[in-house]
């Protein structure tokens, strides 16, 4: 069974840090890109990152670029988001997925991942 858990989550001040953490079981870590999503209360949930295991390959959407790292530890089966210089538009249910076997230019769409996880609350206070 495919399993997705995220945690790290919380709530902090403007300019503060959060490191996200996608403990994953199940799949074959290695073949498998993971993607970060994120969504706002009244919005869709887009992506903000993602990261092939197997090429190493990370993508960023343009607003987070510079303040999030994606990483990702093989031996753990998990994948972390560390976020810097957090501001409010950051706020949001951040979900982890599997799914594609890489990431891509649409990496930040839905379509493809076929697993989530709960997902974990992050607010940025200003």
């Known amino acids: 069974e495919v399993q997705l858990v995220e945690s790290g989550g919380g709530l902090v001040q403007t300019g503060g840090s959060l490191r996200l953490v996608c403990a994953t079981s199940?799949?074959?870590?290695?073949?498998?890109?993971i993607g970060w999503f994120r969504q706002a209360p009244g919005k869709g949930r887009l992506g903000v990152s993602c990261?092939?295991?197997?090429?190493?390959?990370?993508y960023y959407t343009n607003s987070v670029k510079g303040r999030f790292t994606i990483s990702s530890d093989n031996a753990k089966n998990t994948v972390y988001l560390q976020m810097n210089n957090l501001k409010p538009d950051d706020t949001a249910v951040y979900y982890c997925?599997?799914?594609?076997?890489?990431?891509?230019?649409?990496?930040?769409?839905?379509?493809?991942?076929?697993?989530w996880g709960q997902g974990t609350q992050v607010t940025v206070s200003s």
């Open positions: 199940g799949f074959t870590f290695g073949d498998y890109a």
């Open positions: 997925a599997v799914g594609r076997t890489y990431c891509s230019d649409d990496y930040y769409l839905m379509a493809g991942y076929d697993y």
């Open positions: 990261i092939s295991n197997s090429a190493g390959s990370t």
